[in-house]
């Protein structure tokens, strides 16, 4: 993958986080904008870090897809649960569950999405 394609595939993936995360976060009842700017914040701290490591294990080792991504989401998901956990206002879910939905959510649709997305870019 070349670095502009990686550049694309960053952008795409942390667009699709955000928009996913937000709006179902809004549908399971956080209301408050200091919430879900920690939301907001929480992924533009992980999103990057485990698509941009997901990119580099796929190109520089033989270790299997689904061993590294469940590694990387379970890193995600703790990392956000921690950080909900500590800040934010928002106790029903509780963080870890609003880690879980949230994480799924944006894992399932955004895998979907984003590779239609960039197949049709590259």
Same mark, same amino acid.
């Given at each position: ?5 990686? +550049?694309? !595939? $960053? ?12 709006? =179902? ?8 904008? #200091?919430? @879900? =700017?920690? +939301?907001?914040?929480?992924?533009? /701290? =992980? ?9 580099? $294990?796929?190109?520089? !080792? ?9 590694? @990387?989401?379970?890193?995600? #998901? +703790? !990392?956000?649960? $921690? ?6 206002? &928002? ?5 870890? @569950?609003?880690? /879980? +939905?949230?994480?799924?959510?944006? #894992? #399932?649709?955004? &895998? !979907? $999405?984003?590779?239609l997305i960039l197949g049709l870019l590259f």
């Amino acid at each position: 993958m070349v670095v502009k394609q990686i +550049i694309i !595939t $960053l952008i795409v993936c942390l667009i699709l986080t955000l928009v996913l995360e937000e709006v =179902t976060a809004l549908i399971v009842g956080v209301r408050k904008g #200091f919430d @879900l =700017t920690v +939301i907001l914040f929480s992924n533009l /701290l =992980t999103n990057p870090v485990v698509v941009f490591s997901g990119i580099l $294990l796929a190109s520089f !080792t033989k270790i299997p897809r689904p061993v590294y991504v469940i590694v @990387l989401e379970l890193a995600a #998901f +703790i !990392t956000e649960a $921690l950080i909900y956990r500590k800040l934010l206002f &928002t106790k029903k879910p509780s963080p870890f @569950l609003l880690s /879980l +939905i949230l994480n799924s959510v944006s #894992f #399932f649709a955004g &895998t !979907t $999405l984003s590779s239609l997305i960039l197949g049709l870019l590259f």
